[in-house]
């Protein structure tokens, strides 16, 4: 075991550092005092120091700084102070921005921002890299696909997590699934909480960890004391409780915000003789998809997957017509009611004539990962189709598929891993198919030799047992589950099939694929791709489930099937992974509710068609629907990317609504809310989430941006007559500009509120500088500042 450092933020404050002040543009004009903590950081029993290049990218630093050559410069101050006595970590923070579809960077262009950051890293003398505080699984993808295209350093990845999930709704044990995909050499979480808040989330993380983890609590949570931010849990204390981490197989300790030198004397001295062991985990041996919200493992001794296979254009005219045209109503149509019906996974298939797949695959994937929580299968035989939708997908995708097709290992096999991204291997050298179970057996040992000489783990292979259709074929089948048996007992592979082929050409086949379905599970069958909608294999499946002892006490099978009679009963009762999934969407408020973008104008219009006043459709059916919304996104059935798909569905009827509202209302005042980030940060991604759900509950809202002063904050709201100013903060050293604002109000007499919130800002705080209001997120704040902006009207009515 071995010890990183602790904060800097902190320690660069205490010499000189001021609120709101950059602290990579101070370290680059002060290199002497971060090289003063580096030194004690290491005297202290670090073995890992930490560039002071947290905010080293385009999108963050100050202007005038350039990236490379920044970071280049801090990294080899901390390579001198650190000498042969400790590693060099180069820092790599968030940017600040979300990918498409959440925010308005493509991927591409976020992986380029952090190559540049990590060239000056290198360049500088960095031993290895350390992603840090990251709260967005595709920005983490981003910055370690970055990483792999510039070097070879060893690569650590941390994301924060806040009540057991990420701002952007991932949970900790999708994101170990995801970053071991991706290779990383270590993985771990920090900031957010002390460290008895953090052990729950490295608890979460080690059912299927094999990889070395580490962890970097806080020195408890931020108060303020005097107009400074202090953090009160004592080096002793922090120490204590780090034992359950150690005692849990972490590799390294270290200490985030508030954390000292001496934070780290007493840390590193609870596993000084320690001899540490990578503990093994209870669930080992399976390929993992993810989603940005959600792991879906596939084994041979786990229940088997449905993989949905409605979405591919064969055979479907509308769909064909919708996906020339560049439309995915169907599309959409098809993954909630193949979700509904308990699909796992969704095979995405746009092979269409006079369809440009590299770029109508990409652009299907990202308007699913908008609406669909269940990992996608990424259906194309164009390599650069499959490349492009890798670049838009924020977790680890399946692949379909590598064949022996000659060159097609080689130009996917590296990509796979590249990205993380499991695959289906298709045991086909060339036109001739392998009917026999030893010809199939051959030619997939062959492919997996190639993919072991191409560095390709074999925890992204899948096998595809190649089923051949009995009606011309009779020993196909037998031949099939023999190399599903093989693949389990001899190489412990997954394995998959296209369960409908088997009975191509035959009456009755819906009772041959169950029956064929049945078979396949006795003998390893890990994954099916199928119509989900077929009552009788759904049967199958959960029936075989409970025969196969993995569905306890038949709990699942009871609740499914407590109903069923022979002529067809109920499907089982799944959780939906597809927001709304399960309920129509026949009105505004329910497009609203499922994220239904696509189709909430044109239900707008036939409510407006049928004489609805547009006030009763936004009372009656909007405002109800955006509630429900938060509701869910409070009780964590919603995440962000569901809450901000519902938000701009909202946004959209409301703005088609608002010719309508204000010819009826003669152009009737809202209230009004001024919204800023506080000088000196640089962050808006809570902002404008909450300006988002603001304007959708009928609030006019001025945005004044990110790193705005007090005086023009309160100068705003006074001209505009505010009734609410909205302040908000992500980092320590600036949430105490809040104060400023809330004083200014206070001297100048402004009847309006203040309320406050961000990543590091609590109730206390809001308290302790005499804001009005505090809300935890964008849902909470519609509620704040409904009853804020409630009491200065009354105030000013009075």
């Given at each position: 075991?071995?010890?990183?450092?602790?904060?800097?933020?902190?320690?660069?404050?205490?010499?000189?550092?001021?609120?709101?002040?950059?602290?990579?543009?101070?370290?680059?004009?002060?290199?002497?005092?971060?090289?003063?903590?580096?030194?004690?950081?290491?005297?202290?029993?670090?073995?890992?120091?930490?560039?002071?290049?947290?905010?080293?990218?385009?999108?963050?630093?100050?202007?005038?700084?350039?990236?490379?050559?920044?970071?280049?410069?801090?990294?080899?101050?901390?390579?001198?102070?650190?000498?042969?006595?400790?590693?060099?970590?180069?820092?790599?923070?968030?940017?600040?921005?979300?990918?498409?579809?959440?925010?308005?960077?493509?991927?591409?262009?976020?992986?380029?921002?952090?190559?540049?950051?990590?060239?000056?890293?290198?360049?500088?003398?960095?031993?290895l890299l350390i992603i840090e505080t990251q709260?967005?699984?595709?920005?983490?993808?981003?910055?370690?696909?970055?990483?792999?295209?510039?070097?070879?350093?060893?690569?650590?990845?941390?994301?924060?997590?806040?009540?057991?999930?990420?701002?952007?709704?991932?949970?900790?044990?999708?994101?170990?699934?995801?970053?071991?995909?991706?290779?990383?050499?270590?993985?771990?979480?920090?900031?957010?909480?002390?460290?008895?808040?953090?052990?729950?989330?490295?608890?979460?993380?080690?059912?299927?960890?094999?990889?070395?983890?580490?962890?970097?609590?806080?020195?408890?949570?931020?108060?303020?004391?005097?107009?400074?931010?202090?953090?009160?849990?004592?080096?002793?204390?922090?120490?204590?409780?780090?034992?359950?981490?150690?005692?849990?197989?972490?590799?390294?300790?270290?200490?985030?915000?508030?954390?000292?030198?001496?934070?780290?004397?007493?840390?590193?001295?609870?596993?000084?003789?320690?001899?540490?062991?990578?503990?093994?985990?209870?669930?080992?041996?399976?390929?993992?998809?993810?989603?940005?919200?959600?792991?879906?493992?596939?084994?041979?001794?786990?229940?088997?997957?449905?993989?949905?296979?409605?979405?591919?254009?064969?055979?479907?005219?509308?769909?064909?017509?919708?996906?020339?045209?560049?439309?995915?109503?169907?599309?959409?149509?098809?993954?909630?009611?193949?979700?509904?019906?308990?699909?796992?996974?969704?095979?995405?298939?746009?092979?269409?004539?006079?369809?440009?797949?590299?770029?109508?695959?990409?652009?299907?994937?990202?308007?699913?990962?908008?609406?669909?929580?269940?990992?996608?299968?990424?259906?194309?035989?164009?390599?650069?189709?499959?490349?492009?939708?890798?670049?838009?997908?924020?977790?680890?995708?399946?692949?379909?598929?590598?064949?022996?097709?000659?060159?097609?290992?080689?130009?996917?096999?590296?990509?796979?891993?590249?990205?993380?991204?499991?695959?289906?291997?298709?045991?086909?050298?060339?036109?001739?198919?392998?009917?026999?179970?030893?010809?199939?057996?051959?030619?997939?040992?062959?492919?997996?030799?190639?993919?072991?000489?191409?560095?390709?783990?074999?925890?992204?292979?899948?096998?595809?047992?190649?089923?051949?259709?009995?009606?011309?074929?009779?020993?196909?089948?037998?031949?099939?589950?023999?190399?599903?048996?093989?693949?389990?007992?001899?190489?412990?592979?997954?394995?998959?099939?296209?369960?409908?082929?088997?009975?191509?050409?035959?009456?009755?086949?819906?009772?041959?694929?169950?029956?064929?379905?049945?078979m396949g599970m006795t003998q390893g069958l890990?994954?099916?791709?199928?119509?989900?909608?077929?009552?009788?294999?759904?049967?199958?499946?959960?029936?075989?489930?409970?025969?196969?002892?993995?569905?306890?006490?038949?709990?699942?099978?009871?609740?499914?099937?407590?109903?069923?009679?022979?002529?067809?009963?109920?499907?089982?009762?799944?959780?939906?992974?597809?927001?709304?999934?399960?309920?129509?969407?026949?009105?505004?408020?329910?497009?609203?509710?499922?994220?239904?973008?696509?189709?909430?104008?044109?239900?707008?219009?036939?409510?407006?068609?049928?004489?609805?006043?547009?006030?009763?459709?936004?009372?009656?059916?909007?405002?109800?629907?955006?509630?429900?919304?938060?509701?869910?996104?409070?009780?964590?059935?919603?995440?962000?990317?569901?809450?901000?798909?519902?938000?701009?569905?909202?946004?959209?009827?409301?703005?088609?609504?608002?010719?309508?509202?204000?010819?009826?209302?003669?152009?009737?005042?809202?209230?009004?809310?001024?919204?800023?980030?506080?000088?000196?940060?640089?962050?808006?991604?809570?902002?404008?989430?909450?300006?988002?759900?603001?304007?959708?509950?009928?609030?006019?809202?001025?945005?004044?941006?990110?790193?705005?002063?007090?005086?023009?904050?309160?100068?705003?709201?006074?001209?505009?007559?505010?009734?609410?100013?909205?302040?908000?903060?992500?980092?320590?050293?600036?949430?105490?500009?809040?104060?400023?604002?809330?004083?200014?109000?206070?001297?100048?007499?402004?009847?309006?509120?203040?309320?406050?919130?961000?990543?590091?800002?609590?109730?206390?705080?809001?308290?302790?500088?005499?804001?009005?209001?505090?809300?935890?997120?964008?849902?909470?704040?519609?509620?704040v500042a409904k009853a804020l902006s409630g009491?200065?009207?009354?105030?000013?009515?009075?």
């Amino acid at each position: 075991m071995f010890a990183f450092d602790g904060g800097m933020g902190t320690l660069l404050q205490a010499r000189g550092l001021k609120p709101g002040q950059s602290p990579e543009a101070f370290g680059l004009a002060n290199p002497d005092i971060v090289a003063d903590i580096h030194r004690e950081y290491i005297n202290a029993g670090a073995r890992v120091v930490t560039t002071n290049t947290f905010g080293g990218t385009d999108f963050k630093l100050d202007a005038g700084l350039e990236v490379v050559s920044f970071n280049r410069e801090m990294t080899a101050v901390a390579r001198q102070a650190a000498g042969d006595r400790a590693f060099v970590a180069g820092d790599i923070g968030p940017t600040g921005k979300f990918c498409r579809p959440l925010g308005d960077v493509d991927f591409r262009d976020l992986v380029e921002a952090f190559k540049r950051q990590i060239r000056g890293l290198s360049e500088g003398g960095a031993d290895l890299l350390i992603i840090e505080t990251q709260f967005d699984l595709a920005e983490c993808r981003a910055a370690v696909i970055a990483a792999r295209e510039v070097c070879d350093l060893p690569v650590a990845v941390s994301m924060t997590f806040e009540d057991g999930v990420s701002l952007t709704g991932t949970r900790p044990l999708t994101f170990i699934d995801t970053m071991q995909n991706l290779g990383v050499e270590l993985i771990g979480t920090n900031c957010s909480a002390g460290p008895e808040g953090m052990l729950e989330v490295v608890r979460a993380m080690l059912p299927r960890l094999s990889t070395p983890f580490f962890a970097q609590p806080n020195a408890g949570l931020p108060e303020l004391e005097d107009g400074r931010t202090v953090f009160r849990l004592d080096p002793e204390t922090f120490a204590e409780q780090i034992k359950p981490f150690v005692a849990l197989g972490a590799k390294a300790i270290g200490g985030c915000c508030g954390t000292t030198p001496e934070h780290i004397r007493c840390a590193s001295k609870v596993f000084e003789d320690v001899a540490w062991s990578l503990p093994e985990p209870p669930e080992r041996d399976c390929l993992v998809l993810t989603s940005r919200a959600q792991s879906v493992a596939v084994s041979p001794h786990r229940r088997s997957k449905v993989i949905g296979e409605r979405i591919n254009p064969t055979g479907k005219k509308q769909l064909t017509a919708e996906l020339q045209a560049g439309q995915f109503s169907e599309a959409f149509r098809f993954a909630k009611e193949q979700l509904a019906c308990g699909a796992h996974i969704l095979d995405v298939n746009v092979g269409a004539p006079m369809v440009r797949e590299e770029t109508l695959l990409p652009d299907l994937v990202s308007a699913l990962v908008s609406r669909v929580q269940a990992p996608l299968c990424l259906d194309s035989t164009n390599a650069d189709a499959i490349r492009a939708a890798l670049d838009v997908y924020p977790g680890s995708p399946l692949v379909n598929s590598i064949s022996g097709e000659p060159g097609r290992m080689q130009a996917l096999g590296p990509l796979c891993k590249h990205y993380g991204a499991p695959f289906i291997m298709l045991p086909l050298l060339g036109r001739k198919l392998p009917v026999t179970a030893s010809d199939r057996l051959a030619v997939i040992e062959s492919l997996l030799r190639e993919a072991d000489d191409l560095g390709v783990p074999r925890r992204l292979i899948m096998v595809d047992a190649l089923v051949l259709t009995v009606s011309s074929k009779p020993e196909s089948a037998k031949a099939c589950l023999e190399v599903i048996r093989h693949c389990r007992d001899e190489w412990n592979l997954a394995t998959v099939c296209g369960l409908s082929n088997i009975s191509f050409g035959l009456p009755a086949r819906e009772l041959l694929n169950a029956s064929f379905l049945v078979m396949g599970m006795t003998q390893g069958l890990s994954a099916f791709i199928a119509n989900p909608g077929s009552n009788r294999l759904m049967e199958s499946l959960s029936s075989s489930e409970v025969l196969l002892a993995r569905d306890p006490q038949a709990r699942d099978f009871v609740a499914g099937y407590a109903e069923w009679k022979p002529t067809g009963g109920p499907l089982p009762g799944r959780d939906s992974h597809l927001a709304g999934a399960a309920a129509p969407v026949e009105t505004p408020g329910q497009a609203v509710i499922a994220g239904a973008a696509e189709k909430v104008v044109e239900l707008v219009e036939a409510e407006l068609a049928k004489g609805r006043d547009p006030f009763e459709i936004v009372d009656s059916d909007l405002i109800p629907a955006i509630t429900e919304v938060g509701e869910k996104y409070e009780r964590k059935e919603y995440f962000l990317p569901q809450l901000l798909q519902s938000a701009e569905t909202m946004q959209l009827a409301f703005e088609h609504l608002r010719p309508h509202l204000e010819a009826v209302s003669g152009g009737k005042e809202r209230v009004k809310v001024v919204m800023a980030t506080v000088e000196g940060d640089i962050h808006d991604i809570g902002k404008n989430i909450v300006i988002l759900m603001l304007r959708n509950n009928g609030f006019e809202v001025i945005d004044l941006g990110k790193d705005v002063p007090a005086e023009r904050i309160v100068e705003t709201a006074r001209r505009e007559n505010a009734a609410v100013i909205g302040l908000s903060a992500l980092m320590t050293t600036t949430m105490v500009r809040m104060e400023e604002t809330v004083n200014l109000v206070r001297e100048q007499g402004l009847n309006c509120k203040v309320m406050v919130g961000g990543a590091v800002v609590t109730q206390d705080y809001a308290d302790r500088i005499g804001a009005d209001g505090y809300s935890r997120d964008a849902v909470d704040a519609v509620k704040v500042a409904k009853a804020l902006s409630g009491a200065v009207a009354e105030s000013r009515g009075a």
